[in-house]
């Protein structure tokens, strides 16, 4: 089992950046997939970045591709999401999450573990 913790967020202007970190407890932290989702008021949770156990593969939604980066520390058992250029659309509750297994995956329902979000806002 992992628990997770996510830091970072706050308030900036469009076009700044935010770096987001979630750290997670545990040895096992190397052994999961890890991923990065967002969900705004009143809309369903959705995929933002995922990264596989070791830091090999990286996949991003269209909307942050190029914008965004994830990564890990897995000496530090911490996940990171560097934000730039950001966007008043980018305003929502991220949150990571953790999945068993060596595939990475976009789909919400394939990950076990969340953390409780952070709230980015993005001012115009």
């Known amino acids: 089992q992992v628990q997770l913790v996510e830091s970072g967020g706050g308030l900036v202007q469009a076009g700044g950046s935010l770096r987001l970190s979630c750290a997670a407890s545990g040895r096992t932290f190397s052994s999961y997939s890890m991923a990065w989702f967002r969900q705004a008021p009143g809309e369903e949770r959705e995929f933002v970045a995922t990264i596989t156990s070791r830091g090999a593969v990286t996949r991003y939604a269209d909307s942050v591709l190029g914008r965004f980066t994830i990564s890990r520390d897995n000496a530090k058992n911490t996940l990171y999401l560097q934000m730039n250029s950001l966007k008043p659309e980018d305003t929502c509750v991220y949150y990571c999450?953790?999945?068993?297994?060596?595939?990475?995956?976009?789909?919400?329902?394939?990950?076990?573990?969340w953390g409780q979000g952070t709230q980015v806002t993005v001012s115009s």
């Open positions: 999450a953790a999945k068993s297994g060596l595939i990475w995956s976009a789909e919400r329902r394939d990950y076990d573990y």
